[in-house]
């Protein structure tokens, strides 16, 4: 079966001369679709009439459920956009005229578009909370918080005598400001753990030449994705794979050996991968023999994890357990990707590990653009909330704040980033 949906100002026409007359509104009817042009015969479908402004877009909006056969659907595509005003969707359009008509506000655009693509339960959930309008919500609230502050502020502008300015007004908007700021400030804390679920967590291999880190990804991945050769220095540039580890998205980074090399490219290969084991999540360290990683490893931010390989290898050591990833001092892990000896318990590791950074209620903040805008708002409130400053000056921040407020839904300001948001959609959504 395909479905082919449709919004705009054209839907009753197009129904009446295709599909015989208007179906009962949101009901599935079942119709002889005929092309207007001869009369013939397109298809049997089930037709949907879904009346503006209830709709998905706001508009009048229909759906023709009808065979799935390549020759129906370019058949029916084909009467349907020779109709007057009829024309093939844009990508994302349906969800551009939802909010250009109000239905949807930006962060529950993105929302969408995160739904859209995403891989893991994890990014299932924290995106259908946003499209929910999770983050709306609050916004709507501060807002009106805000625009009750800015009243007070104004109307004691307009009306008070400059010097007599109520101590109990100043008070109430300090009041208003400073929990509005405490709120922001909840949700900006937890918004690093959103923007994580959103993009994945970061877990970098890091290791001498020869360590095994290539083998180790193919192992994970369960996919020849990295070329592994017994010649030290195979890999040169850093290389990705994406994981979903019990629901949690993780981004597995390959990277360049890391030894004293005068070949340019290798050498280059080296930087990027000390640039990576500074904003990863977290570094596991391979080496064949268990030593600690160098210090500028250890002390480059993000933990790391000692990882003893080729286990296989010492079959007197293999029989030791595997410790706990309790630091860098001495092997935490030890693996045989050949035999795939502890693989399950640094799987498993890496799991809970991930799980206790990871919210246990989805978070409301999932990307930078989001972010910039709460930070805006909280710098305001900051502003607005010092202590002996002049009305008008106080009235300022409080119209800062509303107007970051403002971009986050994309009431205003946001026209330059329209596009690019939108582009990201499939046709028909
Ligand atoms: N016996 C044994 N050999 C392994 C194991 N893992 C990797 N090897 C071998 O070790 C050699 C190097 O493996 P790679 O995965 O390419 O090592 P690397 O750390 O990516 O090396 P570079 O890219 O050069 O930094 C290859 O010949 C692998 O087949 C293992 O668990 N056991
Ligand atoms: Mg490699």
Known sequence: MAVIRASGPGIRFGLESIAGGLPAPRRASLRSLRDPADGSLIDQAIVIFLPGPASYTGEDCAEFQCHGSRAVVAALLRCLDALPGWRMAEPGEFTRRAFDNGRLDLTEVEGVADLISAETDAQRRQALRQMDGGLSERAAGWRDQLLRARALVEADLDFADEDDVPDSVAAEVGDLVAAVERQVSEVLAASAHGERIRDGFEVALLGPPNAGKSTLLNT?????????????????????????????P???????????????VEAEGIRRT???????????WLDETGRAPPDDIVSAGPPVWCVQTKIDRIAASASQAAGSPDGTSGPAFQLSAATGAGIDTLLGALTAHLLSLAPTTPALVTRARQRLCLERLQAALVSAGGDDLPLEIRAEHLRRGTDALASLTGRVGVEDILGEIFSSFCIGK
């Open 220 to 248: 994970l991945s369960r996919r020849d994705v990295a070329i592994v050769t017994d010649v030290p220095g195979t890999t040169r540039d850093t290389l990705e794979v994406h994981l979903d580890l019990g629901g949690l």
């Open 274 to 284: 000390r640039r990576r084991a500074g904003t990863a999540d977290l570094v596991l």
């Open 250 to 264: 993780l981004t597995l980074i390959d990277t360049a050996g890391l030894r004293e090399t005068d070949e340019v």
